[in-house]
Nanobody, 123 residues
Framework: VQLQASGGGLVQAGGSLRLSCAASGGTFSGFAMGWFRQAPGKEREFVAAISRSGGTTRYDDSVKGRFSISRDNAKNTVYLQMNTLKPEDTAVYYC?????????????????WGQGTLVTVSS
């Protein structure tokens, strides 16, 4: 399985970005998907997750109401729509794929990881 994340970049505070993560080499619809991020000097943290069917989503409190995770199983792609971005959202964002059917927040639930895409939010 390979995951390719894209869509990162530089944006001003209050702006929006949409991240994409394309999967190949596996049965995409059989896996839950998650987004995690790692800010400079900090540990990687959970951002959002979506169940295999897309029927259940979960968000960290810090992004709830601003970010939205979705998936298109026909395109083997998961998205993270990020609105009202803040400087504290600056991080490398990683997509991950896990065999659980649920939208899990725990890193150990995910088996495959993408290479990360950098999001920088300027104040």
């Amino acid at each position: 399985v390979q995951l390719q994340a894209s869509g990162g970049g530089l944006v001003q505070a209050g702006g929006s970005l949409r991240l994409s993560c394309a999967a190949s080499g596996g049965t995409f619809s059989g896996f839950a998907m998650g987004w995690f991020r790692q800010a400079p000097g900090k540990e990687r943290e959970f951002v959002a997750a979506i169940s295999r069917s897309g029927g259940t989503t979960r968000y960290d409190d810090s992004v709830k109401g601003r970010f939205s995770i979705s998936r298109d199983n026909a395109k083997n792609t998961v998205y993270l729509q990020m609105n009202t971005l803040k400087p504290e959202d600056t991080a490398v964002y990683y997509c991950a794929m896990g065999a659980s059917r649920y939208a899990d927040y725990a890193e150990y639930k995910y088996d495959y990881w993408g290479q990360g895409t950098l999001v920088t939010v300027s104040s």
